[in-house]
């Protein structure tokens, strides 16, 4: 994360978990992730927004879709490294496969039901701003 005030890139959180809500200060509501910058001492924080997440399908394949949207106050995503927990399921078989750990970047099994190899491969991502 990237503080929008001073520009210090925070190698702290390497993830956000969906479930988690911390307060923020003076108590201004709660979001996904706050962070104080060792730099200018400013609290920055970032709220998914659960609403706008949406799945990415077989249609989707080798395009870029908006998957989830986040309100930025102060901090910018920069980078985006995935890992274990993610689901899949076989799109003629309806095979769901849980616990996919993408920290390689490529994940791949076998769907019995099928009866052929399934896999996720080079995953890459990108930030737009709105």
Known sequence: ???GNCGEI???????????????KGGRGSASMVQKCKLCSRENSIEILSSTIKSYNAEDSEKFKT????EC?????VDFQPQAGFAAEGVESGTVF????LQEKDWTDYDEKAQESVGIYEVTHQFVKC
């Open 10 to 24: 925070s190698e702290k959180w390497q993830y956000i978990r969906l479930m988690d809500n911390v307060a923020l």
């Open 98 to 101: 849980s616990d996919i750990n």
């Open 73 to 77: 106050r102060g901090l910018e995503p």
């Open 67 to 70: 998957i989830v949207e986040f």
């Open 1 to 3: 994360m990237k503080c």
